[in-house]
């Protein structure tokens, strides 16, 4: 399931971006459930005074309901008026012959614990006896009076003080009570502040300001520490790459960082050491196997002269030649492997003019052809990259007749395609040819090491060449060489 994840989604390549990436994720995760849990908490804090103020408005409204009972009924009427007179009251209190019928809201868990607190409150202090309707009805479809009027109908200073809260319009907690046969008492009230509109509150704003900045502030100084970090793995890489190149003027990786970074600079700088010296060893090896050699060589050549069988003079200049052939073959991969040149950006586009511009009409009536252009130039080194090309295309004359190459370049890579009119190579044979001085057959020339100098050439690089058979004849050798190798 991850593996499809990351498929699906673009992850970045970089340390800072992956940092970054997994920082951002982890904050998110984080945040989210802290705010789950503060939220519920707030939840179940703000439930809890709900209902603590709906048993306050409770057992306000079972002293109204005492304090009417204790009144007699002919100046029940008249006490109300009163009250409407002077401004109202914290309820809209009347008395009507019967109760009233008005839609109810939909029941939420707010709603569900106030009923019931207010239910239970009015139950223990009028008793079980007494019909009692506690319900949540909209503003709009709020009811007085007999005649059912609507709020907007009575005047301002009767119920609209007591009942709205403009623009919120929250809903009326609409209580009715039976005071005596065909008596009803009435009551309509709003909640107190702050559970007036009854609505959960989602996630406050103050929060997700806080959530923001705490994660912007945290990506940037992780985006910092990792910028920090990662310059001397910047500076590893890139070591690590002119070294592979072979660049002759590579200087001791400088040592920075965290410990862990501190030793893989130090590993890295003790390997370069070994690897010069080991370079430089066996270069002044191949040379003092140069001299030993080509001295008994050329000796044995002038006795073979003074020999007097011709038959047996023939055999042993043979076996001198191929000798002589095997020793120059090894001195010529060492030297053409072992170029000891500065990295630079090399025009490619020049050093492919310059590679077949013998073979181009009239001189060269056609061999080669160039189809594509590089981009940009390549940064490595300029005359083992021409040797490498240069192979490429001497072996696809000398075996192809003719060479077509292709150019294909992006900012991922270079790529030369280098195709000849030839018989190709049998598919078992493909890896082979990279051999030193292996042979299709016994009648071709040199020494066997062109395409095994170019490829590691290329390897050096970071690069590969590669082999294939085309279809309508001939062979097809394809250079590699990656743009961002480091």
């Not at 997994?22 to 707030?42: D, F, G, H, K, R």
């Not at 309820?91 to 019967?98: A, G, I, S």
């Not at 002269?305 to 073959?329: A, N, P």
């Not at 290329?458 to 590969?464: F, I, P, Q």
Request: aromatic residues 6%; glycine residues 8%; hydrophobic residues 40%.
């Amino acid at each position: 399931m991850l593996s499809e994840l990351r498929r699906r989604l673009p992850v970045p390549r970089s340390l800072l971006g992956r940092m970054l990436l997994l920082t951002l994720l982890a904050v998110l995760i984080a945040q989210a459930l802290s705010s789950v849990i503060w939220l519920s908490q707030l939840r179940a804090t703000q439930l809890e005074g709900l209902v603590t103020s709906a048993r306050s408005l409770a057992h306000s409204m079972t002293a109204s309901v005492s304090y009417l009972r204790s009144l007699p009924l002919a100046y029940r009427p008249l006490v109300l008026d009163q009250l409407r007179s002077m401004g109202g009251t914290r309820f809209v209190v009347t008395l009507n012959d019967k109760p009233l019928d008005m839609r109810l809201l939909p029941a939420t868990p707010r709603k569900a614990a106030v009923l019931e607190a207010v239910h239970e409150v009015l139950r223990q202090a009028l008793g079980n006896e007494v019909d009692i309707s506690v319900q949540f009805v909209s503003p709009d479809d709020l009811r007085i009076f007999n005649g059912g009027l609507k709020l907007d109908e009575l005047p301002r200073s009767w119920a609209h003080y007591a009942l709205t809260l403009e623009p919120v319009n929250p809903p009326v907690l609409v209580t009715q009570i039976q005071m005596a046969p065909g008596e009803w008492l009435y009551i309509a009230s709003l909640l107190p502040e702050p559970y007036t509109s009854l609505e959960e509150e989602g996630l406050p704003s103050q929060q997700v300001w806080f959530i923001v900045l705490t994660s912007g502030f945290l990506l940037l100084f992780i985006g910092l520490l990792v910028h920090w970090q990662s310059r001397p793995l910047k500076r590893l890489a890139r070591a690590a790459r002119d070294m592979s190149l072979g660049d002759a003027q590579v200087r001791p990786v400088a040592e920075g960082g965290g410990s862990e970074v501190v030793e893989v600079g130090r590993a890295l700088n003790a390997m370069r050491e070994r690897i010069s010296r080991y370079l430089t060893e066996r270069s002044q090896l191949f040379s003092a196997i140069s001299h030993d050699l080509r001295t008994p060589i050329t000796r044995l050549r002038l006795r073979v002269e003074l020999l007097e069988d011709e038959q047996l003079q023939y055999k042993f200049g043979r076996d001198l030649d191929e000798l002589e052939m095997l020793v120059k073959g090894a001195l010529q991969c060492v030297k053409d492997t072992d170029i000891h040149e500065n990295i630079e950006p090399v025009d490619l586009n020049h050093a492919l003019d310059c590679l077949i511009e013998p073979y181009l009409p009239p001189n060269g009536n056609g061999r080669v052809t160039l189809d594509g252009r590089a981009l940009a130039a390549f940064p490595g080194k300029p005359l083992a990259l021409r040797r490498c090309m240069g192979n490429l295309i001497d072996n696809a004359l000398k075996y192809g007749d003719k060479a077509h190459l292709r150019v294909e370049d992006d900012e991922v890579a270079f790529v030369l395609h280098v195709d000849d009119e030839g018989p190709g190579v049998p598919e078992q044979r493909l890896e082979q040819v990279f051999e030193p001085h292996f042979r299709l057959s016994g009648q071709q020339q040199g020494y066997g090491l062109g395409l095994g100098i170019a490829r590691n050439i290329a390897h050096s690089h970071g690069g590969e060449v590669s082999l294939q058979n085309l279809r309508e004849g001939g062979l097809r050798v394809t250079l590699y060489l990656p743009r961002n190798a480091d």
